[in-house]
């Protein structure tokens, strides 16, 4: 190992040293001498090679109680007071603090070491710390303070979260001016001034980023050092191929009683959903001879429960060639009040809106669009699909591979849909275990307990 190496590994574990000792002087002194360190790249988000920890990672694990080390076996004290297993020191023997206190002092203590690594929990984000990076057990900072039960640790970092994709939100939506309309009073003398050019003025691009899909399956997730940027599924979860809305448009289906996948092996939906579906329909549309809509018939799972009660109208609008292909097999387009619109919505709903067609219950379920496509629905089209007094709903999968996604992601789509003029209920209820749901698919998409229904509303 040369002498660089050896400079840079020492760099790394001084800062993450600082971070478990909860050094707020001390790690700014670190992040500042180290940020023009082109072998350590961000400071504040440098990682530990045995444990994949970064900053944040080491501030909220060192709240970690000696007994809980104890109890899980893990607690291996070194000859430099560095925890062997997580590769911090250990913040009670930092603090020159142990058992000898009593109970009550040991409580003083662990109050005091939590409210410490919120602070520095709290100056790591603000320097930039990445809320979802993952450590070598896949779990993000977040999740840690979640399993260590230290709940304001958490809710620190889902507001964290909460913050880093509501700015991705209005990033994805941000067009950059063109020169010419920086400065509108100067037109006309730029305009002399440069009349012998006629090189045209470059097009600027949308911005680039995507926002996690709101709805059904999972087959990418965000890399462990950004935030949840990419195109994703409802868990998050990232791997190649990518799952895009024209990659699975174009793909064969592989039709199932227990499942839908694509060519991909990735599931549009399975059969595990239909306690949800059930529960939603019964929810959106309580009563008989409602005028309904649904948006992505996949296996026909809540479709079938709306014939079930009796609607006056039951539209459903598919995307997918196939899926459409099977519902006539089926005999959908002649069920009761059905009318079968193919195509995408976006395509489809202007149309429905022209002709002034209005329903009574809506339902959102699409696969492999971006969140940015779901607040695109319930700004632009729900406002004209919608009757007063009518509910909407949607299946709520953003975030499923882990709770703290899941709680992130119930935030931002409460914020952009109180922005919008919607209140929305929310009723939380069991998942049933799925360990053997997930033979034969790419990966699963759902891996939390609780199911967050919502029920949304115009406000009053």
Request: aromatic share 8%.
């Amino acid at each position: 190992m040369d002498l660089d190496t050896i400079n840079v590994d020492t760099d790394v574990q001084e800062i993450l040293l600082a971070a478990s000792n909860h050094d707020i002087p001390k790690l700014r002194q670190l992040i500042r001498a180290n940020e023009n360190n082109s072998n350590i790249g961000n400071p504040v988000n440098v990682k530990d090679p045995e444990t994949g920890y970064s900053p944040l990672h080491a501030a909220i694990a060192a709240c970690e109680t000696e007994e809980a080390e104890e109890e899980k076996g893990e607690k291996k004290p070194a000859a430099n007071g560095v925890n062997e297993t997580n590769g911090v020191q250990d913040q009670n023997h930092a603090n020159g603090t142990g058992d000898d206190d009593g109970r009550g002092d040991n409580k003083k203590k662990e109050e005091n070491v939590l409210q410490s690594a919120v602070e520095t929990v709290r100056f790591l984000l603000q320097e930039g710390a990445i809320w979802n990076d993952l450590d070598l057990n896949d779990e993000t900072p977040g999740c840690i303070a979640r399993r260590l039960g230290a709940m304001e640790l958490y809710d620190t970092m889902v507001d964290a979260g909460v913050r880093a994709e509501l700015l991705l939100n209005r990033l994805d939506g941000y067009e950059p001016l063109d020169d010419d309309d920086y400065d509108n009073d100067d037109d006309e003398e730029n305009e002399n001034e440069n009349e012998d050019e006629n090189e045209p003025v470059p097009e600027t691009e949308e911005h680039g980023e995507s926002i996690p899909d709101l709805v059904d399956t999972t087959t990418q997730q965000p890399p462990a050092s950004a935030s949840a940027s990419e195109p994703q599924t409802a868990a998050g979860a990232t791997t190649n191929p990518s799952v895009t809305n024209p990659r699975y448009l174009s793909s064969n289906l592989t039709f199932r009683n227990d499942r839908l996948l694509d060519q991909d092996q990735n599931g549009v939906m399975m059969s595990w959903e239909t306690d949800i579906m059930t529960k939603s329909a019964q929810k959106l549309f309580p009563n008989p001879s409602l005028r309904v809509l649904n948006i992505g018939h996949g296996m026909g799972i809540i479709d079938t429960v709306i014939q079930s009660l009796s609607p006056s109208a039951h539209h459903i609008v598919e995307a997918h060639p196939s899926v459409v292909e099977e519902m006539k097999r089926k005999g959908w387009h002649e069920k009761p009040g059905v009318h079968i619109h193919e195509g995408k919505w976006q395509d489809v709903l202007p149309s429905l809106v022209a002709e002034g067609v209005m329903f009574d219950a809506i339902y959102y379920d699409t696969f492999a669009e971006n969140y940015s496509d779901f607040r695109e629905f319930f700004n632009e089209q729900v406002i004209g699909l919608l009757e007063e007094g009518g509910k909407w709903g949607f299946f709520n999968g953003m975030g499923a591979d882990r709770q703290i996604s899941y709680d992130v992601y119930q935030k931002v789509v409460e914020m952009d849909l109180f922005e919008a003029g919607f209140d929305v209920e929310w009723e939380e209820f069991e998942v049933p275990k799925l360990d053997g749901e997930w033979e034969g698919v790419r990966r699963p998409y759902w891996a939390i307990e609780n199911y967050r229904l919502p029920v949304c509303r115009y406000m009053d």
